[in-house]
């Protein structure tokens, strides 16, 4: 269960989760036309080894990325990342040179995406998220493609100062982006993020959002229920946050911000990927999920 003060590395609690995506992002590059490929997605798994590495070569059926779920599941990670691979793009072209990864985990865009030569990219997660990646690049000889700079920070704590220590300029403009993140963080700290970005951000400044709707109270607490009786080894609704503080799109909209919201489920359709059948939990979790950007008038 989660706790105001808890902690993890890259294969328990929270930290774990950073391995289902790569995996599911393995999965997507395995494709014979992939949404987005990111070659360090299978690196990472092979070098934690057991299910993470065996289910990219299928051998573990009753893993969470087999079967009906795996299939949507790796379509969603898929597109996700194609989203917001775009948005970089975008923010690049549009003169930004500063790029803020919160809870960075195993993102691997600072070594796989084209930046301009000035680019800085600022990856904020807990230390031993930040070390294992560095650590598993570096042995591998890979060298990212703009100047990146680690920030071990506990996105709970002060980020906003940790950032302006490592050399963030609040007065030029930055893409933030908080991919896979919100569901983790209780309200109270959504806001602050939310805040913190409004406040460092510079006209000109990007924001990328991946946002859920909460469940209805008794239909998360029987999914926990059900997770916990099945005693399932990566659980997902004992680590989340059921609460969701304000709309992205109305809260940067109120601020100044030009908004564009895309629903998960349209983005699926606009790709061609198949959509779950209605009432499945692949269904719900789609239905769920609205990838939002904005610009900083």
């Known amino acids: 269960m989660r706790t105001d003060d808890d902690s993890w590395d890259i294969t328990t609690s929270v930290g774990s989760t950073a391995l289902f995506v790569a995996a599911a992002r393995a999965v997507e590059a395995q494709k014979p036309n992939p949404a987005a490929v990111d070659p360090y997605a299978e690196v990472f798994c092979r070098a934690v080894g057991g299910p993470w590495a ?34 970089f793009a975008d923010a690049a072209a549009g003169g930004v ?7 960075a985990g195993l993102d691997s865009r600072a070594y796989r995406l084209d930046w301009p030569a000035d680019t800085v990219i600022y990856e904020l997660d807990r230390p031993q998220i ?15 493609m703009a100047a990146r700079v680690e920030i071990p920070v506990d996105l709970r704590d002060d980020w ?47 924001v990328g959002v991946e946002e859920g709707e909460p469940m209805p109270a008794e239909a998360f607490e029987a999914a926990k229920a059900a997770e916990s009786a099945a005693d399932e080894e990566n659980s997902f609704f004992t ?26 489920l349209q983005y699926l359709g606009e790709l061609g990927r198949v959509v779950p059948d209605t009432g499945t939990q ?14 900083k008038r």
């Open 239 to 264: 680590l989340v946050y059921n609460e969701q503080f304000a709309r992205a799109d109305d809260w940067f909209g109120a601020r100044g911000w030009d908004t564009v919201t895309t629903p998960l």
């Open 160 to 206: 906003p100062r940790a950032l302006r220590e490592a050399g963030f300029d609040h007065t030029a403009p930055a893409a933030f982006i908080a991919e896979g993140l919100l569901i983790y963080l209780p309200a109270a700290a959504q806001d602050s993020l939310f805040r913190g970005i409004d406040a460092l951000a510079a006209p000109g400044s990007f």
């Open 282 to 295: 692949a269904d719900a979790m789609i239905r769920a999920n609205t990838l939002v950007s904005g610009v």
């Open 97 to 103: 040179r500063q790029v803020v990864i919160f809870a």
């Open 130 to 144: 930040l070390d294992f990646k560095r650590t598993v690049l570096e042995e591998r000889g890979e060298t990212p």
């Open 54 to 87: 065996a289910v990219l070569d299928g051998t573990v059926p009753n893993h969470k990325l087999a079967g009906d779920f795996g299939v949507h599941f790796v379509n969603f990670q898929g597109v996700r990342t194609r989203y917001f691979d775009s948005f």
